[in-house]
C-alpha cells in the first residue's frame, strides 16, 4: 500500500466519525424534542458506514485489496419506540396524558460518542505515522 492510500482511507475514516460526532451531538441536543415537523418525538439518528471501494480500470489487481476507506452511505433513525412519561399538564400529551418522549439514551450517546472519539484519535494517529514513514522516506535519499 502507498503512503498516501493509506493517508486517504485514515481520511475517509476521520470524515466518518466527525459525521459520525455531529449526529451523537444532535441527537443529544434534541433529547427533549416532543414535536417534530413530521409528528411525534424526535426519532435518535445513527449512521449507516460502508467499505468504500476502490474503482480499477482494466482488470483487478487480486494482490490489492479492494477497500479503499469507509464512507457514510445512510442516516437511519433508530426504530425503539419512544419513551412515556405521565405528564397530563404537557401540551404534547396524549388523552391518556402520556407523552411521547426521544428514544435517546444519554449513556448509549455517552458510549457512542467516546467510541467515536477513540477512532478518530486512532485515525489521526495512522495518517501521523504516514507522514513520518515519507519523511524519514525523503531523509534517506538525501
Avoid: C, W
Wanted: hydrophobic share 40%.
Amino acid at each position: 500500500m502507498h503512503l498516501l492510500q493509506a493517508m486517504a482511507i485514515s481520511a475517509s475514516g476521520l470524515t466518518a466519525e466527525r459525521l459520525r460526532l455531529d449526529i451523537i451531538a444532535n441527537n443529544l441536543a434534541n433529547i427533549s424534542t416532543t414535536r417534530t415537523p413530521r409528528g411525534g418525538p424526535y426519532r435518535r439518528q445513527v449512521p449507516v458506514f460502508a467499505e468504500r471501494l476502490r474503482q480499477e480500470l482494466g482488470r483487478p489487481d487480486p494482490n490489492r485489496p479492494p477497500g479503499y476507506g469507509v464512507q457514510v452511505v445512510a442516516i437511519a433513525e433508530d426504530n425503539t419506540p419512544p419513551r412515556l412519561i405521565y405528564d397530563p399538564t404537557h401540551p404534547d400529551a396524549d388523552e391518556r396524558g402520556y407523552v411521547a418522549l426521544p428514544n435517546i439514551n444519554v449513556v448509549n450517546e455517552m458510549v457512542d460518542m467516546i467510541t467515536a472519539t477513540r477512532a478518530y484519535e486512532a485515525n489521526v494517529t495512522a495518517i501521523n505515522a504516514a507522514k513520518a514513514m515519507a519523511l524519514k522516506a525523503l531523509e534517506i535519499g538525501r
